[in-house]
């Protein structure tokens, strides 16, 4: 049995203890787990308001741009992982959405009035279909966009990456409210959604960014119009994509099936 009160290196990497965190692994001396250890655990889980995902959520809802820049300057212990925190408003979004049997198919016809074409209930579908992918993809347009708007910020394409993911996937949570409300499809749910997606992103952008606030605005009103434009360009593109193969598929399946018939009759 490990005795807890004579801890000289640390219980999970070996690394020598001179403080109460290890120096190597960042893990607290451990202690014997008893009830009262077992109820604090319990107690932070659910309800410690300075855990890294619940302050980053928050921080995000309110000060964004904070967020980011502390991230990027290496502020980091107190925050999320940005990538695990894109994935998981957007995985909370998708399996919402199965565990609602409701659809956004719609809601990424992107207007409602077009969504009675063939093509942009198609482009729905496959939008809600390739979600995380597009989520992280599009953020690559936002962050290029934005070097070349800012290149004289100092920050490289990398940073720039993160605070283009970050709000664009903090989004997701206001989709995802919309969607246990029941207004994701509604007008007054599209005109929410539609004006969250573009405000809180450009919200970040100007924030961001030191010097006037007015130039980063307007660089920041350009940079979201121009990549808005590329990933319609985008979604279109994909969705001729996914069509032609859809339709190819479709032709392959009825050759087959008259292949199989002509053998029947061949047969008898």
Known sequence: MVNFDEQVNCLNCGAKLTTRFCGECGQKKAKRITLKELFKTAQRALLEFESPF????IKMTVQPAVVCKDYIEGKRARYFNPIKYAFWSITFLVFLTAFTDQSLAEHYS???????????????????????????????????????MFRK??????????????????VSWFTSLLLILG???????????????????????????????????IKSSCVSLVSLVLMGVLAIFQTS??????????QRKLEQAESEKQVETNNL
């Open 110 to 148: 992107f207007s409602t009035s077009s969504y009675n074409s063939e093509f942009a209930k198609n482009m729905g579908r496959v939008v809600e279909s390739s979600l995380l992918f597009l989520t992280f993809l599009n953020s690559v347009l936002f962050a290029a966009m934005l070097k070349l």
């Open 183 to 217: 207004l994701i499809n509604s007008q007054i749910g599209q005109v929410i959604s539609a004006t969250i997606g573009i405000v809180f992103p450009l919200y970040a952008f100007t924030t961001f960014f030191t010097g006037s606030k007015i130039k980063a605005f």
């Open 241 to 250: 994509i996914f069509l032609g193969y859809e339709e190819a598929e479709l």
């Open 54 to 57: 619940l302050h980053t959520f």
């Open 153 to 170: 910020s100092g920050y490289n394409l990398t940073e720039l990456y993160l605070l283009a993911l970050l709000p664009s996937a903090h």
